[in-house]
């Protein structure tokens, strides 16, 4: 259930693995990390979600994220409602975390990850403790999202984002390419 929930989550809300994973934990690290605290059921069925730190919040202000309630069986309003109902915690508790309250650590997300894909029959090359970023901005952008839409949803600052976006349309540009350059030897 928290591995799901942190899975559905972290992609529908772009986050980078730092920003839902932790090393230690103690009772005052819900301050600077994303804890059941960060987290509000709005009557609408969304939640928001506040990064208490990111790395694009220069000020450490804190950062609301948007989360829809979807008919997905990847939602992740209902992947968190399920989470908080199966499994109570204090709000000051990691938001997300193994037997007796571990924290998730980068290491253990990213072998879950690669076990899960290989349950699958997927390879895991490739993948990383960014892939769920990467994943939510190619997916954003496959849906027919605009570049904007997506900087917007992934708190993009930077350009960052096109390393993703022009990965995705690489075949279409080869194309392109190969039929400009077949344009050479027709005469007019």
Avoid at 30 to 51: I, Y
Avoid at 104 to 131: D, V
Avoid at 145 to 160: P, T
């Amino acid at each position: 259930i928290n591995v799901r929930a942190a899975l559905c989550v972290a992609f529908a809300a772009f986050l980078r693995c730092g920003e839902f994973t932790w090393d230690t934990w103690s009772s005052t690290h819900h301050r600077s990390f994303l804890a059941r605290c960060h987290v509000e059921f709005n009557p609408d069925n969304s939640v928001t979600l506040t990064l208490p730190s990111s790395k694009t919040d220069q000020n450490r202000v804190g950062v609301g994220i948007q989360l829809a309630g979807t008919s997905s069986p990847l939602c992740p309003v209902a992947a968190l409602k399920g989470l908080y109902s199966l499994f109570p915690r204090p709000r000051s508790d990691p938001l997300f975390s193994r037997t007796h309250g571990r924290p998730f650590t980068r290491s253990f997300i990213i072998q879950t990850i690669h076990r899960l894909l290989l349950q699958a029959g997927i390879p895991t090359r490739g993948f990383s403790g960014h892939s769920l970023r990467k994943g939510a901005a190619v997916t954003a952008a496959t849906n027919g999202m605009s570049r904007e839409e997506i900087k917007l949803l992934g708190r993009w600052k930077s350009d960052a984002v096109d390393v993703y976006i022009n990965e995705l349309s690489k075949p279409d540009a080869i194309r392109k390419l190969l039929l400009l350059n077949s344009k050479l030897y027709t005469s007019t």
